[in-house]
């Protein structure tokens, strides 16, 4: 069974470092053709595309995020760390993992979510 | 970056309605696009893949079409669990977005 599941803190204060984990099972992130992508939302927003990393190391991040993005992956323990600098109470959100698959072109799994909330 | 268009934002139906829901991108994009839907509190689920391929396990009311620039997810009988929150978004190259979404509502 493929599954996701963030994790991280759920309280971080305005000017900190998120970082939060991915941790995958039922597949491989060295695996030809597969990448792991974080995705945010809002509270009663739409979802925005935060970056991505591919099966071959990869990267590739939002233009308007950019500056501030690290996405990294520790194949060996099945992990995907998601570290976003100078947290400001507009980056509360629920933070989304989920797979992405080149056959489907699509992502077709997804993690159940993590919330995170940037207040003092 | 490639922007997406969805439209409605907000659609109000009954059950038993035929939907459709339009995406159009800021450039073309072939038929690299994914239709997700979204319930309150939930993570986003796969419904079409490549503009027109159905995900294994998804209803078969279910259906997309389109290529190009403009896309479309249509409903045939809308049923109550699929009062939602749909999504597209475009996969034609590495930097991706969603569109707005457009909310299901009863009517």
């Known amino acids: 069974q493929v599954t996701l599941r963030e994790s991280g803190p759920a309280l971080v204060k305005p000017t900190q470092t998120l970082t939060l984990t991915c941790t995958i099972s039922?597949?491989?992130?060295?695996?030809?053709?597969?990448?792991v992508t974080w995705i945010r939302q809002p509270p009663g927003k739409a979802l925005e595309w935060l970056g991505r990393?591919?099966?071959?190391?990869?990267?590739y991040y939002s233009t308007s995020l950019k500056s501030r993005l690290t996405i990294s992956k520790d194949t060996s323990k099945n992990q995907v760390v998601l570290t976003m600098t100078d947290m400001d109470p507009v980056d509360t959100a629920t933070y989304y993992c989920?797979?992405?698959?080149?056959?489907?072109?699509?992502?077709?799994?997804w993690g159940q979510g993590t919330t995170v909330t940037v207040t003092s | 970056d490639i922007q997406m268009t969805q439209s409605p934002s907000t659609l109000s139906a009954s059950v038993g309605d035929r939907v459709t829901i339009t995406c159009r991108a800021s450039?073309?994009?072939?038929?690299?696009l994914a239709w997700y839907q979204q319930k309150p509190g939930k993570a986003p689920n796969l419904l079409i893949y490549?503009?027109?391929s159905l995900e294994s396990g998804v209803p078969s009311r279910f259906s997309g079409s389109g290529s190009g620039t403009e896309f479309t997810l249509t409903i045939s009988s809308l049923q109550p669990d699929d009062f939602a929150t749909y999504y597209c978004?475009?996969?034609?190259?590495?930097?991706?977005?969603f569109g707005q979404g457009t909310k299901v509502e009863i009517k």
């Open positions: 490549k503009a027109s």
């Open positions: 450039q073309t994009i072939g038929s690299w």
């Open positions: 039922g597949f491989s992130l060295s695996t030809s053709g597969i990448c």
């Open positions: 989920a797979r992405y698959r080149t056959i489907k072109e699509s992502l077709d799994v």
């Open positions: 990393i591919d099966w071959d190391d990869d990267k």
């Open positions: 978004q475009p996969y034609n190259n590495y930097f991706w977005t």
